[in-house]
């Protein structure tokens, strides 16, 4: 089982960098062209369709209406995986990511990465106020953002989140945009941050919550509008994580 598991993941990691490597011309031409990153940004959900699809995984996003195209969000997500950006890529809205500097490095990926989306040094005071400045720029350019509230990968015992940081919900606050929790419930179980990179088959699922306003709130509520998005981010992973509620998602 093992063996098969690690040949189904060098077929993943060909895969992944084949779809990239066929929309790459494409990536140039909208970092190149003035005005043209937005549409850089939409062929992210291109790669992730190609992706998933030579994986034949089964992706299953709920609550689809709560997104409304005509308006911007911040978006929240826990984040054990890997596998969350390219499972956060299938949302059909305009996404900058904020991502770890790491991401930049990558050959050919980094130029793609650091020119659509974000990198930052969590380390670097600098950096991450840099990466709030371009956020909010990007706001303002009518895009979403995407935010990993833990800092990274970070939690010791998933599907249990780590601490969530303040930076997704000042900037909510200080803009006045809605956010938008989201729960990725089995990445952690399909490519579990272990260092073995194995990918395990199993269907993705995505749970788009309600919308929180925030319109009218102030910088004195980031405490209680962060910890209401993280009690509703973890009562899913609680949820869907029992084992009765997994087979069942598996039957």
């Not at 935010?147 to 997704?168: L, N, Q, T, V, Y």
């Not at 990445?187 to 194995?198: A, R, V």
């Not at 910890?227 to 509620?245: G, S």
């Amino acid at each position: 089982m093992r063996f098969i598991r690690r040949i189904y993941s060098i077929y993943g990691s060909i895969g992944f960098i084949m779809a990239f490597l066929i929309l790459l011309p494409k990536f140039i031409y909208t970092i190149e062209v003035p005005g043209k990153k937005s549409q850089g940004r939409k062929l992210n959900r291109i790669w992730s369709k190609l992706f998933f699809g030579m994986l034949f995984f089964k992706v299953k996003i709920e609550n689809r209406n709560h997104l409304k195209e005509s308006e911007q969000f911040i978006f929240v997500s826990n984040h054990f995986s890997y596998l969350d950006i390219p499972v956060l890529g299938l949302i059909p809205f305009d996404l900058v990511f904020i991502g770890k500097s790491s991401l930049a490095k990558v050959p050919l990926f980094g130029y793609m990465f650091k020119n659509l989306h974000i990198a930052v040094d969590r380390n670097s005071l600098k950096s991450r106020g840099e990466s709030m400045l371009k956020a909010k720029k990007a706001l303002d350019e009518g895009a979403s953002v995407v935010f990993f509230p833990e800092g990274g990968i970070s939690s010791e015992a998933p599907p249990a989140m780590a601490r969530f940081k303040d930076g997704a919900f000042k900037l909510a606050l200080d803009k006045q945009i809605p956010i938008i929790p989201v729960t990725l419930s089995y990445n952690h179980l399909i490519l579990p941050d272990d260092g073995k990179f194995l990918l395990r088959y199993k269907p993705v699922k995505v749970v788009i919550h309600e919308p929180i306003t925030v319109k009218g709130s102030g910088p004195n509520e980031v405490k209680e509008i962060k910890e209401k998005c993280f009690a509703i981010i973890q009562e899913q992973l609680n949820k869907d994580n029992k084992p009765l509620a997994f087979k069942k998602e598996n039957s």
